[in-house]
């Protein structure tokens, strides 16, 4: 049975895909993206999305967007416009799901912070750690390291990339190099991520008190929309209004990208997958989405992410990053013995093993959820602490 026949020329395909790094025979009962989402629901890394942080530390609240919900958010929003533009469903939500597997604890502090703990040694980035995730990481199959997932799933986990980086992931970097493009499901997942964040930034600002109506309605599309909710439900307040304000900002922003990437398609005349790579982005809000779009960001940027309370948090995060990779950098015994294996003491080591010791440090600080990081922290540091 073909599940793929109704979709696009132009929509990536179980049977004309790069395939996988690892030849396995094909599914029966489902597509090669269906098993590729399938294998990343069932992963580790996956549940421990549950308790990272977006923008709130796990512990702050209940009811705030973690990880795991993010990750379910952008995976609606990108089939819901996948079904419109007639592309794979399956792949837009394989490459959902799994696009911030590779996130530290506490977000883009934590990012930020193991980043520089990780400046001599190769760097890190999250996105490169998604695909570490699923490339190696993961310890569930018999035959390979990792998920191994089909090559598109992978290309659209890697949104970016340096040029350097590009280079040493062969095929899968290639794209970057040659300043080609991936396909119209990896972009639309890409954009999918942001109308999530975005509009649920607000709605956990505004849940959390950092965020206030009367400071939102500076950012022109915020306010058009809670007017018009005014409007139809006159002296509508308090979590319906912002939830009925919200759901039209989702609406008006899925429904231009559809509108526009779908003129966009067919503007350019592409007939196949192939077709996609060679070609501009297509998938994309129109000019004036795109600056409505970029004022809420900055609104956000500004008083949310910059907020002191959310930068007292960033600020511890980045402390706990930092001590927890120079306790595992100064005293490999403290590892793990799984993150133990290859490393001995490195007093007078050549340079190669260090930078294997900090990878390792890398990937188990990577890995810890919230929650975790604080625990390993008290281990480390309190006396009275096991
Ligand atoms: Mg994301």
Known sequence: MDFEANLAPYA???AVSRGRRFAEPAPASRTEFQRDRDRIIHSTAFRRLEYKTQVFVNHEGDLFRTRLTHS???????RSIARNLRLNEDLVEAISLAHDLGHTPFGHAGQEALNACMHDYGGFEHNLQSLRVVDKLEEHYGAFDGLNLMFETREGILKHCSAANARMLGDLGQRFLDKKQPT?????ANLADEIAYNNHD???????GLLT?????????YARH???????????????AIHETIRR???ALIVDLIDTSGQRVSAAQVKSVEDVRNAPPMIAFSESMDREASQLKRFLRQNLYQHYQVNRMTSKARRIIRELFDAFMGEPRLLPPDYQIGLRDTHGADSERVRLQARKVADYIAG???????????????????
């Open 368 to 386: 810890m959820t919230d929650r975790y990081a604080m625990r390993e922290h008290r281990r480390l540091f309190t006396v009275e602490e096991i």
């Open 184 to 188: 119209l499901e990896a972009q639309l």
């Open 226 to 240: 809670r007017r018009e909710v005014e409007r139809v439900y006159p002296g509508i307040a308090g979590r319906r």
């Open 213 to 221: 109506t009367a400071q939102l309605d500076e950012v022109d599309f």
């Open 12 to 14: 990536a395909r179980s």
């Open 249 to 251: 900002m989702i609406n």
């Open 72 to 78: 379910i958010e952008v995976a609606q929003i990108a």
């Open 202 to 208: 607000i709605d956990d600002g505004l849940r959390s």
